[in-house]
Nanobody, 121 residues
Framework: QVQLEESGGGVVQPGGSLRLSCAAS????????MGWYRQAPGQQRELVAG???????NYADSVNGRFTISRDDAKNTVYLQMNSLEPEDTAIYSC???????????????WGQGTQVTVSS
């Protein structure tokens, strides 16, 4: 019903930057919240950043001031600009959207496949 295509992951040195993108497609009527999560090996998945339809944002304490989430509703796309990357940011990053699709009566959560981000010298 909703396909999420992520891009922008890769390998970067400490202090470097990456920009992740996640484009949603399908029979989408509306998207409310959009967000990025990450999961490092041996750890639980955690919320990195979220953004509401009104543009209100929230961030994990560990990334506040370094990462910026934004969205383009015309393209059903959410972005995560990651600056001053640290080795501790190494993880699989997945996007999440809460969307209403054609034929549905409620909003559901949809997940991307994930993209690897590795911060290493």
């Amino acid at each position: 019903q909703v396909q999420l295509e992520e891009s922008g992951g890769g390998v970067v040195q400490p202090g470097g930057s990456l920009r992740l993108s996640c484009a949603a497609s399908g029979r989408i009527l509306s998207i409310t919240t959009m967000g990025w999560y990450r999961q490092a090996p041996g750890q639980q998945r955690e919320l990195v950043a979220g953004i509401t339809i009104a543009g209100r944002t929230n961030y994990a304490d560990s990334v506040n001031g370094r990462f910026t989430i934004s969205r383009d509703d015309a393209k059903n796309t959410v972005y995560l600009q990651m600056n001053s990357l640290e080795p501790e940011d190494t993880a699989i990053y997945s996007c999440n959207v809460r969307a209403l699709v054609v034929g549905a009566s409620t909003y559901d959560n949809y997940w991307g496949q994930g993209t690897q981000v590795t911060v290493s010298s």
